[in-house]
């Protein structure tokens, strides 16, 4: 069985140099970006941000309709990059608050 949720809000965030101020949540594209100098130094960093309501999902679970052993997946999707090596880390963590 599959369910699909999708985010109620998201914005991308920005860190360093002249982006710090540019913080966005009107974009139709979430910017995920880390921008390292050419002596390794990171001058621009990017985060994105997605809020989801589990509500739905809670009680599903608590009241046994969907099983403690269902696995979840996070889908993005790339809308164009540039200057990638074969393999790249992206890490996903929960925002409590």
């Known amino acids: 069985m599959h369910y699909f949720i999708f985010g109620d809000k998201d914005a991308t965030i920005y860190s360093g140099g002249t982006t710090s101020s540019r ?3 009107a ?17 621009n ?8 309501d589990y509500r739905d999902i809670s009680s599903s679970i608590q009241s046994g309709k969907i099983p403690t052993t269902a696995k979840y997946y996070l889908n993005l999707y ?19 608050g």
């Open 23 to 25: 913080n966005t949540g």
């Open 27 to 43: 974009d139709e594209i979430l910017e995920v970006k880390k921008v390292v100098s050419e002596n390794g130094s990171v001058q």
């Open 45 to 52: 960093v990017s985060r994105a941000l997605i809020q989801f």
């Open 78 to 96: 790339d809308a164009g990059s540039t200057e990638l090596s074969r393999t790249q880390n992206l890490f996903a963590y929960m925002v409590s």
